[in-house]
């Protein structure tokens, strides 16, 4: 695909052409293991399906295009996109990540890597001096989110970035780009190395699909990943790919409307008497508000906020919601409420990263903004 398409086009047509065999205007889905060779290693490009599929290849280069990266590779999961980046890390080396981040990435760190001599340590990342601080001669990954879940703390990849690619030839930078998708943030044009994506929320967009993606630029990490992606194996089935495939080809309008209507509805909060504290980038008392508009094309979908009654209130206004449903997971056109303490991010309970056992986080879906402003008056009214 030539490069001079914007990200609308590119969302919708990178990647894919039309079938060579039939015409098929949309990729098919080659539900197939494997591939009928002409001579032992006389193969079209495609030998088995863990290694390579033709609608994984499609959703990879459309995923490249999309963050400006010269290689896409799709995973069966975000989490199984984030472990095969780690596996970058080697015994002994040091990973320094954001300090509020998705409660899987921290098991994983926590429970998982650190097992196989993987050093870690979270630090403040909206104060640059910690983040130069936190850095060691054997950091071999900068890790964060942006917006991180659930907190909705902004970092700013290209100065983080320098930082790290001053500390040592071998630091490499990662940012989950989960919460803000490439149509609003493009972390590689940033400085970042890798992009890595949880495609389960915005870019699926429809709630249907659990997959990851990892983008990068250089061609030797590329190198690594593609042979971790096929030795270790967390490969997405075809129909995954395909239907996140078809969730790309609206990411920009639906990305516009989740913000639009996450403004109304964090304006909305923001005004109510019940209402402690409200967190979107989108709100001018944001602390990071400057470097949102900066970075980020709008300020996403996602909000987390505090109400005066505390514990119990939340939990009222998460059970008596209707059209934002209780349930994990974000991103989908419908709109979702839900505790991370006690649910996404459950695993970080009496760490430094513990959320707050109080904070609602909802994801703004594409329902009418006025439906949904009526949901949460009601639920908090009762509460
Ligand atoms: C920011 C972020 N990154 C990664 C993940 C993990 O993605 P998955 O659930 O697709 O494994 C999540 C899941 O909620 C997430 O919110």
């Known amino acids: 695909m030539t490069d ?9 047509h990178a990647g894919q052409q039309p079938d060579p065999a039939t015409g098929a205007i949309m990729t098919p889905i080659y539900q197939t293991s494997t591939y009928v060779q002409d001579g032992v290693g006389r193969h079209k490009g495609y030998e088995y399906s863990r290694t390579g599929n033709p609608t994984r290849t499609a959703l990879e280069a459309c995923l490249a295009a999309l963050e400006g990266g010269q290689h896409g590779l799709a995973f069966a999961s975000g989490m199984a996109a984030i472990d095969t980046l780690f596996r970058l890390v080697a015994a002994g080396e ?11 990435t921290f098991r994983l760190l926590d429970k ?31 890790w964060m ?40 943030q493009r972390p590689l044009e940033l400085g970042a190395d890798i992009v890595v994506h949880s495609t389960t929320k915005y870019l699926g967009g429809h709630s249907d699909v659990v997959g990851g993606a990892a983008i ?6 590329h190198e690594r990943l593609r042979f971790l992606q096929n030795a270790v194996g967390a490969v997405p089935g075809p129909m995954d790919c395909w239907l996140v495939l078809r969730g790309l080809k609206t990411l920009p ?5 989740h913000a639009e209507n996450a403004l109304a509805v964090a304006q909305f909060l923001a005004d109510h008497p019940a209402v402690k504290e409200v967190i979107y980038p989108g709100l001018p008392d944001h602390p990071q508000h400057e470097l949102a508009k900066r970075q980020m094309r709008n300020p996403g979908g996602m909000i987390s906020f505090l109400l005066h009654g505390g514990l ?31 649910m996404t991010h459950a695993s970080t309970a009496g760490s430094p990263l513990a959320v707050d056992a109080d904070l609602i986080r909802i994801s703004v879906g594409l329902e009418n903004q006025e439906d949904l402003i009526e949901d949460l008056g009601r639920a908090l009214w009762e509460s």
């Open 4 to 12: 001079h398409y914007h990200l609308e086009t590119l969302a919708i």
């Open 94 to 104: 040091h990973v320094l990540a954001g300090n509020d981040v998705y409660g899987g």
């Open 112 to 142: 998982v890597f650190k097992d196989y001599g993987v050093e870690y340590s979270f630090v403040e990342m909206t104060d640059l001096e910690a983040v130069k601080k936190g850095l060691k001669p054997n950091t071999r990954l900068v």
């Open 145 to 184: 989110e942006t917006p991180t879940n659930p907190r909705l703390k902004v970092f700013d990849i290209r100065a983080i970035s320098g930082l790290a690619h001053s500390n040592s030839p071998r630091t490499l930078v990662g940012v989950d780009n989960t919460f803000a998708t490439p149509y609003l």
């Open 216 to 221: 990068v630029n250089d061609a030797t990490v």
């Open 253 to 257: 309008v639906r990305m516009d409307r």
């Open 312 to 342: 119990e209130a939340a939990n009222r206004v998460a059970a008596r919601t209707k059209l934002f449903a209780l349930a994990e997971s974000l991103g989908g056109i419908e709109s979702l409420i839900e505790l991370p303490a006690a």
